[in-house]
């Protein structure tokens, strides 16, 4: 018989098939890292797509806003019964005259510049909106992806402790059947392994909701499956946190500041045009006139507006003057706030970096020796059981430490590279 056919060689290949048909996708999920998060985002969330086309519709309006308004034409039939000496009509060669008016309104030299230079810079705030919104999004992502991460790494940490009160409990049931133990050892052992299954039931349940956010910035289903997150972001290296050089970058790199700064200049042109509005715009025009099938006459015109309504135009250059002093009280506030936000997230990342050096120089190889000591006390009836417990929640507080520090630590640098619009 050939070996191909053979009924058991049959199944393994096709469970082979299936496990590596089950292998591919799972290889292709996003979630591992940061990057192809971001990358997925950039492209699918409706947030910032829709602020992209706000910006590219405000830089559309920059032509527009300095171009001459379209002329106009209009055309008059005179006489259209002849001294009524015939019924009405329509044709221009069959009436008594017919006069055609070409006019063209001229604004006043510098305004229509003015309006470009408006529009340009609604334009630009528009852009450093939509900047803004990007990074507001990218750092969601990064936080979103640091709880991941967090949550993992306790889960994972969990689960140590629970195999380590597995191995605890058997110790203590073969000390209490040789006599040499309580039985409320082994009970303190099963109720710790019992609270730890309900942590992770809670771990596994924020999992999946930290899951579907992510998905939901993503604009992905909220159930979609996502790959386990690997290694954390390394910290930034302490040259990259100086803060004078940080500042630097924030002032001229941060996106708030670049669109208030864009408004402050939209309201300083838009003031210009307040009071340039004084000066009364022109229309221009020419005029021929048709008697039968000839032009026997042509007419010049020349229009003015009389800017007689001077308390409406008073009133719209304080209404300048008051957007112009909105516009950079603005962005004087936005920038002490950003500031100060970047120095908190300094002064966040610096602690947790220094809280998870400490927890793993210092205070894990302490708890671990405490715990060696207190288990071969307890294995020789020198301490109780709850000393052993004690020692071993030391260890977990140690590595829950570390993971904590290095979440606030992402997190800390999620918000600084928001603060900067790019990466340390």
């Not at 939509?130 to 999004?137: C, D, H, I, P, R």
């Not at 500031?339 to 894990?364: H, K, V």
């Not at 992402?410 to 990466?423: F, M, P």
Request: hydrophobic share 40%; charged share 25%.
């Amino acid at each position: 018989m050939n070996s191909f056919h053979h009924p058991a060689r049959l199944l393994a290949a096709a469970a082979l098939a299936t496990c590596a048909f089950a292998a591919h996708p799972q290889e292709s999920l996003p979630g591992a890292d940061v990057q192809t998060l971001l990358a997925i985002a950039k492209e699918r969330n409706p947030d910032y797509a829709s602020m992209r086309a706000e910006a590219q519709a405000a830089g559309e309006r920059v032509t527009p806003a300095g171009a001459f308004p379209d002329p106009r034409f209009r055309m008059e039939l005179m006489d259209i019964t002849k001294m009524g000496e015939q019924n009405p009509s329509l044709w221009p060669g069959n009436v008594g005259g017919t006069k055609y008016t070409l006019t063209q309104e001229l604004p006043w030299f510098g305004k229509r510049d003015l309006k470009r230079e408006i529009a340009t810079f609604d334009a630009e705030g528009a852009q450093g909106k939509a900047q803004g919104t990007w990074s507001e999004l990218a750092a969601r992502i990064k936080i979103a992806q640091a709880q991941r991460l967090y949550l993992h790494g306790n889960r994972k940490l969990t689960l140590e402790i629970l195999d380590l009160m597995s191995r605890l409990e058997k110790i203590a049931q073969v000390r209490y059947a040789n006599g040499l133990a309580a039985q409320q050892d082994v009970i303190r052992a099963q109720v710790e392994q019992t609270t730890m299954r309900s942590e992770l039931v809670t771990l596994e349940a924020e999992a999946r909701q930290a899951n579907a956010r992510l998905n939901a910035l993503l604009a992905r289903p909220a159930s979609a499956p996502l790959a386990e997150p690997a290694l954390a972001r390394p910290w930034p290296a302490p040259a990259q946190l100086d803060f004078a050089a940080l500042e630097e970058r924030v002032r001229s790199r941060n996106p708030l500041l670049f669109a208030e700064e864009a408004r402050v200049r939209s309201a300083e042109k838009g003031r210009e045009l307040a009071y340039k509005n004084r000066i009364p715009d022109f229309m221009v025009g020419i005029q021929p006139t048709q008697y039968q099938t000839s032009f026997k006459e042509w007419t010049l015109m020349l229009e003015v507006n009389i800017p007689l309504q001077q308390e409406t135009r008073r009133a719209q250059e304080r209404e300048s003057e008051a957007m112009l002093a909105a516009a950079r009280s603005r962005r004087e506030a936005v920038a002490n706030q950003v500031l100060s936000d970047l120095s908190e997230n300094l002064a966040g990342i610096e602690a947790a970096r220094r809280i998870e050096t400490l927890a793993t120089t210092s205070l894990l190889p302490q708890a671990e020796l405490s715990f060696n000591s207190a288990l071969a006390s307890y294995e020789a009836t020198k301490v109780d059981f709850a000393t052993l417990l004690e020692a071993q929640r030391a260890i977990r507080q140690a590595r829950q430490n570390q993971i904590k520090a290095r979440f606030e630590g992402q997190v800390r640098q999620a918000e600084i590279e928001k603060l900067l619009g790019e990466e340390l």
